[in-house]
């Protein structure tokens, strides 16, 4: 273990995880300001970041671990996409680090993501609300592990709220549209993208030496895969492509420290969830009365799968209007 995390004196937001000499895992501890994961790489004379978190307060934190760990200055972050849990915390790097995205992930942040945080700091009241709607439920609600899950994301969004006033969107200043790498004195470092799955575009990095993919939310451990921005068709093919490489140690976006392995049950939840709904629009039943499959009882971010559910049927409706279209006589 690096001797430097031994007297690294900690971060409430997460737990360090050494995944080869100079490279850290930073797993978001639930509830708190971090809510993804991050990454730290030591390049030899400047420091990568991966993803920066919900909060300012604990992309500070994530930062002073980068510089602590490694000795040297963060030079740059890279935004696997452009959710705020993976780019809420880039101000904090700025002006001394560039950041780093996909050209697609920018414009989306560019366009969408400033007018949200724009929006939310001109009319915070409806966060609130919905804060106070949730804390309402909770008190109500009878499964231990949804009542814990609906906790932690509550007391996660206000710690946003509380870090919001403070918040100055800060948009990449280095895109790349297939792939880049960065080339350190120790390592080099390959930012790839294969398209968008997760999201419209997202990016993830690769250690081959090291044989490590740091994957942003194309790959979760043990979590519900988060579909409202998604496209599971194209998640599948991403998936199958980075199958192809030379991977044992995977950082996922969401959960612990995991391997092919679980980049594996992300590909079998994303076909199953399809069937699911496939099935269900095919026999005329109604997509309320799926329950999540025994498979994925214990995931986390279960609050996820209805949403998950209604995105997929959303898309199967959109396809069979174009089809239905297609057909339609040109008159
Ligand atoms: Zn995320």
Known sequence: MNNRMKIFKGSKH???????EGVF?????????????AAIIDLGDSTLVVDTFTTIEAAEDLREAATFLTESPVS???NTHWHSDHTSGNQVFTPDAQIISTFATREIMNTFGKSR???????????????AEVEKNLQQETDKKLKRELQWE??????????LPNMAYT???????EQMSIHGRVRTVHLLTYGGGHTQSDAFVYLPEEKIAIMGDLVLSKHHPVMIHANPYEWLTILDRVE????????????????MKELREVKEYINDIVKLVEDAVQS??????????????????STYFKSNLKKIHDLIKEQSLLRTAEKAPVS
């Open 284 to 301: 005329e039943k109604s997509i309320d009365d799926i329950s999540v499959p025994k498979a994925y009882e214990d995931w986390y971010f």
């Open 244 to 259: 192809l490489l030379e991977v044992e140690m995977i950082v996922p976006g969401h959960g612990k420290v995991c391997s």
């Open 154 to 163: 509550n007391a996660s969004d206000r710690l946003y709220m509380d870090s």
């Open 171 to 177: 948009l990449p200043t280095i895109t790349f549209d």
């Open 117 to 131: 945080l724009a929006q939310q700091l001109s009319n915070p009241e409806p966060i609130y609300q919905a804060i």
């Open 14 to 20: 997460f737990r360090l995880k050494q995944v080869a």
């Open 25 to 37: 895992a930073a797993i978001s501890v639930p509830g708190t300001g971090s809510v993804g994961n």
């Open 76 to 78: 740059y972050v890279i």
